[in-house]
């Protein structure tokens, strides 16, 4: 995957750069308006996070450019306006996703597994990771032949951690995807536990290899290890 | 006391007072001037005895006239001082007065007595000396005066009447741009944007007060306005940090090989920041709230909404054990979707939190309203306080703003959210 970042705030572009870099993923940044818009018009990438806010000019018109030149790149707008109008703008602009700032590293990569996933799997839905196959339309799992039946819950978790192979996702990630961002309970996040308990037992039930861990009491690790 | 009774009351007052005034200083001019019209009348008739006197060297003959009585009495020299007096005058009933009088013709006071004028002077006949007493009715004089006392009191009254009318009809429209202001006051909202109108009026001080209320108001709004911008402002500048502190964290704990003292560490801070996500969050929240800037609406149907809602907190409240029970009407309500998926949120989040390990929640939505009432402290809440910015109980983890954001979005929906504590169950209750 070749994934551009367009973010003026260094630390979080580092961040994310760093999140993203893993064998099979080229990372590239920019952190102006101008670099921006010269790397989209000399390369081609499956996904471009862009903030709206940049020093020399508005992410929006990097977003129009693209699409007045046809170029087929997925796009992801990160911005700190949670604004409906922001959104609609972007999504109508031709955006294919708009995440508000500020959100979990994990998060932003299932959102940019997705896109990269509709774009690259055209007309195929089918996700699998070793036993483990899942038919995107239909919404169903399989370990092997056996089909394992998940809430729509569990299903959003475990392709949650299909987007965050091999990353420690944390707890508040885990709550914030599955029950947004209102979710207000900080002081006890003992519900996920129970969560991620029953799906492992599924799985594991259904004959598929036990791949998630804790770590450390701060999160889990969905691994191959 | 309105300024209408108060001006009336004096505005009366003063008029009676001066009107007397004037009345009894009326009456005295024109009872002098009379008075000195009789006086001459007396003094020619003095003048005419004396000259008869002088003419004929003995007295007239005493007469009478219907207004006039003149006596002669003998008296010793110089004993007479000549004065005017006020005396009596006895008039008797003429013959032909009609059958009324005549009754009394065979009785002894063949008349009546009458206010009258007298003169006492002397004359001086031969070497006798007479006191010569000259009395003049004064009833005409004095039923003169009476008249023109009725009609200056006539005058008073018709006066005041109209003075009460004109009071009632006039200054009441003298006083209608005052009342427009109050109105125009008494509706004034801060948050509104609606301005308060210049006032067309011809009058100065309605005018001057209208101005200044249109200033203060304008001047109240600015500032209003500077304080949400700063907010906002201030809010928006926030979510970059805590974006970068964010996505450090996630950055960190994929560098693994952590103890327990130091993931204990790392899950706290990751507690906080969230919190303070949640609060910067809620307070751009509740500017835009205030701005209205979050207008887009749509019918909804609430009971689908509260079912998503339910089966959305199902693994938290069952992990605690609380029972949740539900009863719910079809009730179609136009709402902002966003907002009304945030009121929801807090009010079952709530009663998920201060909830105790197999506690109760009971969710009930009729045509008129939705309730949530849940098991908790065994405490009645301050239903004064619980809506206020950042009141929260000691043991909450919460922003303190969650009842405050309800508040106002029940508010900007034109709905009511109450409290009430009953039979150990915390109520809320959203009014449509």
Redesign the interface.
Known sequence: MKILIIED?E??RE??E??FTEAGNVCETAGNYATALTKINLYRYDCILLDITLPGGNGMDILKSLKENNYPDGVLIIS?????DDRLDGLNLGADDYLV??????ELKARVSAIIRRKTFNGSNQLIFNEINIDLLAKEVKVGKLPVKLTR?EYALLLYFLANKG??V????IA?HL?????????NF??IY??IKNIRKKLVEAGCNDYIQA?????YKFTEQ | MKLISRYNRVNLITTIVVMLITGAVYYQAISWILTRQKDKDLRDEEQEIFDYVTLNHHLPQTFQTTDEQITFTEASPATVNREFVDTTYFKQWDKDDGPHHRRHHYGRGKGEYEPGRGLITSVTVGDKYYKVLIVESTVETEDLIRLIFTITIGVILLLLLILVITNRLILKRLWQPFYDIMKELRLFNIADARKIPKLETTIDEFGELNDAVVDMADKAKHDYKDLKTFTENASHELLTPIAVINSKLDTLIQTENFSERQSKILNDLYGAVSRLNRLNQSLLLLVKIGNHLLHERKQMNLKLLVEDMIAQFEEIYQDRDIRLTYNLTNKEIYANAYLAEILLSNLLTNAIRHNFTGGRIIITLTENSLTVQNTGDETSLNDEKIFARFHKSSSSEGSGLGLTISKEICESFGFSLNYSFSERFHTFTVVF
Request: glycine letters at 12%.
């Open positions: 705030e630390g979080l961040s994310i760093e999140y700190a306006k949670n604004s409906l700032k500020p959100f979990h590293l994990s819950k990353k420690v944390s707890k508040n990630a914030e029950w947004g961002d209102g979710i207000d309970m900080a002081n003992d519900f129970s969560h770590a450390y009491g701060m999160g």
